[in-house]
């Protein structure tokens, strides 16, 4: 068996390179002495990588390593990188959070009471003016973009549209139904009124007997189910009449439910008396 086979003497096949490497000097001239490290320049003693780890050494290994190395250290720049920005992003975010909550909105009483004072300048108060005409304009385009989406009616939708109506709004509320289902029809009641009143909320209702890959993906199994999305994502639901005191509920204990996992923009409390329209 041994006979098929011979060592390699470094020269060819896959080890080559690994033999002793001649001396090029020897080899321009076999008159010349063996090369020895003491003669060597301070700049031919210098560390190159990748270096050998033996003197048989072809330094593949060392090269594979340093490139490795290399790579990783690359990837961690990036990962750093790009933490860094995403952070950025975050706290840029956030402070634009802050900043529009702490904001004092300027109303048109406060305008009034400043244009009755004599002692406030007149350049503080047209800079008010702006500001109040500015918020106008920002509401009325927001209130205009909320009506193109459907914002301030309960509508059905089919299946087909689910994830555009979810991800459209920043915020939509969908009401799984049965056609049977009594609860549902209270449900509907409500939601109807919430829809009306609510405007920066998009109400919809589906048909969960229409609907069977949603109703899988969000593992719904009891009805009704409301379902409240932020910018597309679920973050609660309402199960039938849990949580409410009773199956004869008022409107607003339901919102205040949707309100707590902050599918309401609209500033209310639980137990506020509201002309529902």
């Known amino acids: 068996m041994a006979g098929k086979f011979k060592m390699s003497d470094g020269t060819q096949g896959m080890l080559r390179g690994q033999a002793p ?26 560390a190159i990588r990748p270096q050998k780890t033996h003197a048989n050494s072809t330094g ?15 990837q961690a720049i990036t990962d ?9 992003i975050e706290d840029g975010w956030t402070a634009r959070i802050e900043e529009e909550a702490t904001e004092q909105r300027v109303s048109g009483e406060e305008i009034d009471r400043m244009a009755d004072n004599a ?13 109040r005409r500015n918020q106008m304009k920002e509401a009325q385009e927001k209130r205009l973009k909320y009506q193109a989406l459907g914002h301030g009616s309960y509508d059905e939708i089919e299946e087909e549209a689910f994830l ?29 009124k919430c829809a009306r009143y609510f405007f920066g909320t998009r109400f919809v209702k589906l048909n969960a007997e229409k609907a069977p890959f949603f109703v899988e993906k969000l ?19 309402q199960v039938g009449f849990e949580g409410l005191p009773g199956e004869e509920f008022e409107t607003v204990q339901l919102a205040w439910r949707i309100k707590e996992w902050k ?13 529902w329209r």
Do not use: W
Request: proline share 6%; hydrophobic share 40%; with cysteine.
């Open 219 to 237: 593992k719904i199994k009891t009805l009704p189910c409301v379902v409240v999305f932020n910018d597309g994502v679920a973050i609660g639901r």
């Open 21 to 46: 490497p001649a001396d090029a000097f020897q080899a321009a001239d076999p008159s010349m002495p063996p090369r020895r490290s003491q003669y060597d320049t301070e700049h031919e003693r210098m």
């Open 119 to 131: 002692k406030v300048d007149d350049d503080d108060l047209e800079a008010l003016r702006a500001r």
């Open 60 to 74: 593949f290994t060392s090269q594979v390593a340093g490139l490795a190395a290399d790579g990783i250290m690359e």
């Open 263 to 275: 599918g309401l923009e609209e500033d209310f409390g639980p137990e506020d008396d509201i002309a």
């Open 164 to 192: 555009k109506t979810v991800t459209a709004s920043p915020r939509a509320v969908v009401h799984f139904y049965h056609n049977m289902f009594e609860k549902c029809k209270v449900m509907d009641m409500h939601l109807s």
């Open 80 to 88: 750093k990188l790009t933490s860094t920005m995403q952070q950025g």
